[in-house]
């Protein structure tokens, strides 16, 4: 059934929300060497993953409510180079984890209140091309999800999937063509089927049926693939055909430059 643009962000929102919830409770109650715990991504600990979450979280903020200074803002991030990210986590060690929770409560609180105001019919910017207000609450969805993942991973947690990578998963179809053009690399024409067995025992299917090339397996796999937060050597997913191999050589569902990715045998 077709749900309305305002159905749809209502729906994300209270997504994003639930996933907020999720990710708070993992940290709200750290000593201070599980704020330090590193995490898989290469130098960073547990609290530079939630420090990144805040400052993004403010940037989002700034999207909504004055894109010309949040494009202004863009443009001199961006031309510091493929560093500019670490360098921001860098700067934010200086803080208290007591402060770095309270600025993440504080700047998520904002960016959702301004997301649920905003015109579901707007457009807004981000580190790649315009967005509707849906796709962009969908990736500040996913953001907290694969950060949050790389959070349990440090203190040992296995997290249960929820319905929630859905909207994951449509963002890392949906994303196919950007992780071939970001690392310059032709699009492929050729279709991707794409079968996930979500939690509640239902399938999450995209794509035409019948072609060569086909992804399938649990929506976790698919996700932590296309965050990048696990090889696809390292699931269980099923990948036939050139082109979805291909594909999940080089899946990327987040904005900026191509990512490190994991390598093979890294595990999560």
Do not use: N
């Not at 060690?93 to 649920?116: C, H, K, N, Y």
């Not at 609450?137 to 319905?163: C, F, K, N, Y």
């Amino acid at each position: 059934m077709a749900v309305s643009k305002s159905e749809l962000m209502s729906e994300l929102i209270a997504d994003l929300r639930a996933e907020t919830a999720e990710l708070h409770a993992m940290v709200r109650a750290l000593d201070l060497p599980g704020w330090e715990l590193p995490t898989p991504a290469e130098g960073w600990d547990v609290r530079d993953q939630i420090s990144h979450l805040a400052w993004f979280d403010d940037a989002a903020t700034s999207a909504v409510t004055d894109p010309e200074g949040f494009r202004a803002a863009r443009a001199a991030l961006m031309a510091r180079g493929e560093a500019a990210v670490d360098d921001l986590t860098a700067a934010a060690r200086g803080l208290a984890p007591s402060q770095v929770l309270d600025w993440f409560r504080t700047a998520r609180a904002r960016m959702i209140e301004a997301l649920a105001t905003v015109d579901p019919g707007s457009r807004l910017p981000w580190y790649g091309p315009d967005m509707s207000p849906a796709s962009f609450t969908t990736a500040r969805l996913m953001e907290t999800w694969a950060h949050g993942q790389d959070v349990a991973d440090a203190l040992g947690i296995t997290r249960a999937p929820s319905m929630r990578l859905r909207h994951v998963a449509t963002l890392g179809v949906r994303a196919l063509p950007y992780g071939f053009a970001v690392r310059g690399l032709p699009v492929p024409a050729e279709p991707v089927r794409v079968e996930l067995a979500m939690p509640d025992g239902t399938w999450w299917v995209s794509g035409p049926a019948g072609v060569p090339d086909v992804v399938r397996g649990s929506v976790a796999d698919f996700c932590l693939v296309v965050t990048q937060r696990c090889h696809v050597a390292d699931t269980s997913l099923t990948v036939a055909g050139g082109t979805a191999r291909a594909w999940m050589a080089v899946a990327q569902a987040f904005a900026g430059p191509p990512g490190k990715g994991r390598a093979p045998g890294a595990g999560r």
